[in-house]
């Protein structure tokens, strides 16, 4: 599947003179960050997360899984869900596919109950369109509205949406105050530090923002010019921290229980965001979880498990999308799941050439057979 599946195509127009005509970022010199690492003696034991409050919603425990585009469907999100999650985020739906409710749109807008309170994550550059397509949701039942200011591909940052908006922030304000007066239900905001580092705008939009409504704010720790290059930088989003008064959550390179720690010391956020990290481990945010309220550490959970998730994840996502683009959808989780097994670069390469739905599940059960074997006995 592609990154972002529908592009948003909208007559807002501006030129930032630091991209070219491709819309990619010049060369620029950025500093080479060495994040500091919290010696154990000093990160144990963490102050543990306390509950936060957006709007009606409480999140018991803020450890909340990141909206990612063609990775947190509705079969994701309730495979996590189904181990604990603070909150799950919906895949980022433009605005105006959502108002036309494209077939992508619809299936990126579908959740199950277990999920709920549910977040629908939104984009767009029109502030009339992010308003009604923000109350086309809550009509829906979404329980917050969120709104992307932070991602970096080109599709998105070329239709003025995305982390494009942290170029203009008399739009973005724009967008905010008319998303926040459309609906009734809390409006949340994901952003960057800024689109580069010579503009790190992070917590004069967080400052805006809170003051037209927003209730909790998300910081990646890079800027839009890095995309996902080097490293998150956590240190930087306590200056957000510090900008406002609303719940800020630390999200960036945030694939174990350390990093967790020393995310959260670095940035002195109210909670982590966990994305990338969660890809073939669906339980990594329980983990996180536990340990943030126990000090305790959950093992991983045995093959024989992983096999279990994995098959229901398979069904629900040929129900969702159907046999065809359902296989096909499948095959980046299967190699998530499966990397580092035994066997598994010469099965992801022949389950990968699989175009039958049934003959890739079969392939599945008889990669993970030896496991399931060994767990019987």
């Not at 450890?63 to 869900?81: H, Q, S």
């Not at 807008?109 to 109350?135: H, N």
């Not at 960036?252 to 995310?263: F, P, R, W, Y």
């Not at 339980?283 to 536990?290: I, N, R, Y």
């Amino acid at each position: 599947m592609n990154t972002v599946q529908t592009v948003i195509r909208n007559p807002c127009s501006w030129i930032p003179d630091q991209v070219r005509d491709d819309g990619e970022c010049k060369p620029l010199a950025q500093p080479k960050l060495a994040r500091q690492r919290i010696p154990p003696y000093l990160a144990a034991p963490m102050p543990r997360l306390k509950p936060i409050q957006i709007g009606p919603v409480r999140i018991a425990t803020p450890v909340i899984l990141a909206p990612m585009t063609g990775v947190t469907d509705m079969p994701f999100r309730r495979v996590v869900k189904g181990y604990g999650a603070g909150l799950t985020v919906t895949e980022m739906i433009a605005s105006q596919a959502a108002i036309r409710e494209t077939r992508q749109s619809l299936q990126k807008a579908v959740w199950d109950p277990v999920e709920e309170p549910v977040s629908m994550q939104l984009a767009g550059c029109s502030p009339a369109e992010m308003a009604e397509a923000a109350k086309l949701n809550e009509d829906r039942g979404a329980a917050i509205i969120d709104i992307n200011m932070g991602c970096p591909v080109k599709k998105v940052v070329n239709g003025e949406a995305g982390s494009a908006l942290m170029r203009d922030l008399k739009l973005a304000a724009a967008i905010v105050d008319a998303t926040v007066k459309a609906v009734k239900v809390p409006v949340t905001l994901k952003m960057r530090m800024g689109w580069d580092h010579m503009s790190l705008n992070a917590p004069e939009l967080a400052r805006i923002a809170e003051g037209l409504g927003v209730r909790m704010i998300t910081v990646h720790g890079r800027t839009r010019c890095q995309l996902y290059k080097g490293e998150a930088d956590w240190a930087f989003i306590r200056k957000v921290k510090e900008a406002v008064r609303v719940p800020v959550i630390a999200n960036g390179d945030i694939n174990s229980i350390e990093d967790v720690d020393t995310a959260l010391a670095l940035s002195g956020a109210d909670g982590v965001m966990i994305g990338r990290g969660a890809y073939g481990r669906p339980w990594l945010l329980k983990q996180a979880m536990h340990w943030l309220d126990t000090g305790e550490r959950l093992p991983d959970p045995g093959l024989d498990e992983q096999y279990r998730v994995l098959a229901a994840q398979y069904e629900a996502m040929l129900e969702l999308y159907g046999p065809q683009i359902g296989v096909n959808c499948a095959r980046k989780h299967v190699g998530w799941y499966t990397k580092g097994l035994h066997g598994s670069a010469e099965f992801r390469n022949a389950f990968n050439q699989e175009p039958d739905a049934r003959r890739a599940k079969a392939m599945l059960r008889d990669f993970y057979s030896p496991w399931l074997v060994k767990a019987a006995a």
